[in-house]
């Protein structure tokens, strides 16, 4: 495996959040559960716990409770905490960012493609996280705790679009439980191969790395391996060769919308990690193969887009909700195929 692999390997198996379910013995005595979360939980400080009951992401058979809560026996708790920062320095850099609203609690910015969101193996500088420490440390727009924010989702290297940053520990708990809850709403734009024939659909099939070639992620439709997944879509445009969809996600699996339409047998347009970088409907005329190659160099990354984020704001309790418009490589190729299918509409299948 190449060194670019492993990091970006190393990228999408970051872990933001740790949930744990616990059912309490029969034998237990009363004691509050921060206490008792401390107590059974490797590896977590007082902080964490109280960070969680503050954020009501302690549940207790089914009901939010605070940290002076006395367990009981054969009570059922589910809690969801933050992982504690990476011990990497984060070193401030002067990467331009796109920033799309940001306040004393919020930070969201519109990724370009190719920029990765926070250090790894062998990818130590030059991401997003950089960025913001740079950014923060030079405007005066609210403070942020740790010089360079909480990370609270992510989305792949090569996709572009909204993405949403804490300024503070609370926040990011308080919106790591909606992500946990699949109540934030996220809507992508992407072009995939061949034609979609259903005009909108459910894709679901448990996620999870595959057994075969562990760079990629696939679908396990019988639910025996890998973790739940639902992705739901809407043809905007078909142009017979390719697809214009859009896809709003229930849950947020590494790779979700590349892995959910490769098991359609629908890769994502120039998504060389799942195939989708090469010719996979109308092979036949040298022009089209041309036409093709041109728009590979056009967008030379898969055509997948972060266009809305849809939240509720941890402080102010507020409905928030923005969106982004396609990147210029994205719409230039899409612009291509519509001359294209303009100029020739009764060759579809090449």
């Not at 872990?15 to 237990?28: C, F, K, R, S, W």
């Not at 984020?309 to 396609?326: I, N």
Request: with cysteine.
């Amino acid at each position: 495996m190449s060194v670019e692999e492993i990091k970006d390997q190393v990228e999408e198996s970051f872990e933001l959040y740790e949930h744990h379910n616990i059912t309490v013995d029969a034998g237990q005595n009363p004691l509050r559960v921060d206490k008792f979360l401390f107590n059974k939980i490797v590896n977590v400080s007082r902080n964490k716990v109280q960070q969680a009951a503050k954020a009501g992401n302690i549940i207790v058979n089914g009901e939010s409770v605070k940290s002076n809560y006395k367990v009981k026996p054969h009570d059922v708790i589910s809690v969801v905490m933050t992982y504690p920062p990476r011990d990497v320095e984060i070193l401030p850099e002067e990467i331009p960012l796109n920033v799309v609203y940001e306040d004393d609690d919020v930070i969201l910015v519109n990724k370009p493609a190719g920029l990765v969101v926070h250090p790894g193996f062998a990818n130590y500088t030059g991401t997003l996280l950089n960025a913001l420490s740079y950014h923060f440390a030079n405007t005066n727009i609210g403070k942020v705790e740790n010089d360079f924010g909480y990370l609270v989702h992510r989305i792949d290297k090569d996709t572009s679009g909204l993405l949403m940053i804490a300024k503070n520990e609370q926040a990011q708990t308080k919106l790591a439980k909606q992500f946990f809850d699949h109540t934030v709403d996220r809507t992508y734009e992407a072009l995939v191969w061949k034609d979609v024939e259903k005009e909108e659909g459910v894709i679901e099939g448990n996620i999870g790395r595959s057994l075969k070639d562990r760079r990629v992620m696939t679908v396990f439709p019988n639910g025996d391996y890998g973790k739940t997944a639902v992705s739901h879509y809407k043809v905007l445009r078909s142009y017979g060769y390719v697809t214009h969809v859009e896809c709003k996600l229930e849950t947020g699996r590494t790779h979700q919308i590349r892995a959910h339409f490769t098991y359609l047998g629908h890769p994502l347009f120039n998504d060389a990690r799942y195939g989708g970088d090469k010719i996979l409907k109308g092979t036949t005329f040298t022009k089209y193969k041309q036409f093709v190659h041109n728009c590979f160099k056009i967008l030379s990354r898969q055509a997948l887009h972060a266009r809305s984020l849809g939240f509720v704001h941890p402080t102010t309790g507020k409905k928030m909700y923005f969106e982004s418009d396609l990147p210029t490589d994205m719409a230039d190729v899409i612009e291509k195929w519509e001359g294209y299918i303009s100029n020739r509409p009764d060759e579809y299948g090449g």
